[in-house]
């Protein structure tokens, strides 16, 4: 059953510069807006209730009511918060793969609501703005990230952030208008796109991430925490590359999108 992780409740962070209780709440959402955020890629919009409160990279709970079908999987997902707190919306971005949750979630009709379970987790950005962050992410992986990012560029935090996005072809980059304006609009965050399977005219990084990548992004290795999200294999993967630095392993911070 892919009932979505419920080890977060009544959730006390573990890190201590962001510990706090959080509130959790159970409500149902409305489904607002659909749109198409790379290749096979949705990302679903929700009203957000009155009063919910979270952390950039947090994420929520969501069941399907009464669907249409359903398989052994279950009705419930659990799906990172893509838009910062800051931001009008809750939203969830996900590959559209062949389960009976995701076909129904893609044809939901407008203004059809889902059971809201949130939020949690302490995938959260740190609080010394003078440490620098680093993300290292494969693919849909990037959905926290996007809301730490938006978040800290609104709020001019003034931490250093690096983003090295991989995925097989440009198009399957998930939300890259997104960060393609946050680095833009903040001078602090670099944006680095590496595919596999780039077109002639392609700009960004070729291949996959390695260790000499990380080293030309990351002047001084020692000095950043480093955030790694997304399926378990790409985030075992890029934690034995930082590992293999000789990164202390106290500055990696984990999220396994357990279910893919
Ligand atoms: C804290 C947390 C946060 C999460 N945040 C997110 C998030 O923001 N976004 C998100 O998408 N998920 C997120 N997840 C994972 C999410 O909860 C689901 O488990 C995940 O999306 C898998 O969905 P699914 O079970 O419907 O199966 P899927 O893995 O989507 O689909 C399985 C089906 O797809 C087929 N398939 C497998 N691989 C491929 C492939 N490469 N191409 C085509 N078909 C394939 C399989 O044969 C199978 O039939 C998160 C999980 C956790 C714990």
Not at 55 to 83: C, H, K, M, W
Not at 219 to 245: H, N
Request: zero cysteines.
């Amino acid at each position: 059953m892919n009932q979505a992780i419920y080890t977060y409740a009544s959730t006390i962070s573990t890190f201590q510069d962001t510990k706090r209780e959080d509130h959790i709440m159970q409500t149902k959402v409305k489904l607002i807006k659909k749109e198409t955020v790379a290749e096979g890629t949705m990302a679903f919009h929700f009203a957000k209730p009155q009063g919910f409160e979270f952390r950039a990279g947090q994420f929520a709970d969501y069941t399907l009511i009464d669907p249409p079908e359903t398989d052994a999987e279950g009705n419930t997902r659990g799906f990172s918060l893509v838009q910062a707190p800051f931001e009008p919306d809750l939203v969830a971005a996900t590959r559209m793969r062949d389960t009976a949750f995701k076909r129904v979630l893609k044809d939901l009709p407008i203004g059809t609501e889902l059971k809201l379970d949130a939020p949690y987790g302490d995938f959260t950005l740190h609080k010394t703005a003078s440490t620098p962050a680093v993300f290292i992410i494969g693919g849909i992986g990037v959905t926290p990230v996007r809301s730490m990012i938006a978040q800290a560029s609104h709020d001019k935090t003034g931490h250093k952030i690096t983003l090295l996005h991989a995925s097989r072809t440009p198009a399957d980059l998930p939300l890259k208008a997104d960060f393609e304006r946050l680095a833009k609009d903040n001078p602090n965050f670099i944006y680095v796109m590496v595919v596999e399977s780039p077109t002639s005219d392609w700009r960004g990084e070729r291949g996959r991430v390695t260790a000499e990548m990380v080293k030309k992004y990351v002047p001084d290795l020692s000095k950043p925490i480093y955030y790694l999200s997304g399926p378990e294999g790409m985030v075992k993967a890029m934690r034995q590359l930082l590992t293999d630095l000789e990164v202390n392993e106290d500055n990696i911070r984990t999220e396994e999108f357990t279910g893919y």
